[in-house]
Nanobody
Framework: QVQPVESGGGLVQPGGSLRLSCSAA????????LGWFRQVPGKEREFVAA????????YYSDSVKGRFTISRDIARASVYLQMNSLYTEDTAVYYC???????????????????WGQGTQVTVSS
């Protein structure tokens, strides 16, 4: 069983940077894809980025491509989301999730992930 735990959220000004961490013991094995999603009140959970365990392939939504970077540290059983050039519309609760044996087409789908963290708030505001 994987139990993701997020940290690193906070308040940052537009244009600033923030790094989220997710401790996911058991989730960095080859079978798992680790993903970041975000959600604002009244909207569905939105895919942000993911990293596939077996080959470290990364996936990004169009809205964050070129600004966010997902990475992992297998020794620490952790995955990270480096967020640069933040916009006010990046404000959301960010969730870390783990799913096993995902096919490529299911990577952006929240329903494909079995294990979820509690979320960490990111607020981009001046």
């Amino acid at each position: 069983q994987v139990q993701p735990v997020e940290s690193g959220g906070g308040l940052v000004q537009p244009g600033g940077s923030l790094r989220l961490s997710c401790s996911a013991a058991g989730g960095t094995s080859r079978e798992f894809t680790l993903g970041w999603f975000r959600q604002v009140p009244g909207k569905e959970r939105e895919f942000v980025a993911a990293l596939r365990g077996r080959d470290a392939r990364t996936y990004y939504s169009d809205s964050v491509k070129g600004r966010f970077t997902i990475s992992r540290d297998i020794a620490r059983a952790s995955v990270y989301l480096q967020m640069n050039s933040l916009y006010t519309e990046d404000t959301a609760v960010y969730y870390c999730a783990a799913g096993s044996n995902l096919i490529t087409s299911s990577v952006p789908q929240a329903t494909a992930y079995r294990y979820w963290g509690q979320g960490t708030q990111v607020t981009v505001s001046s």
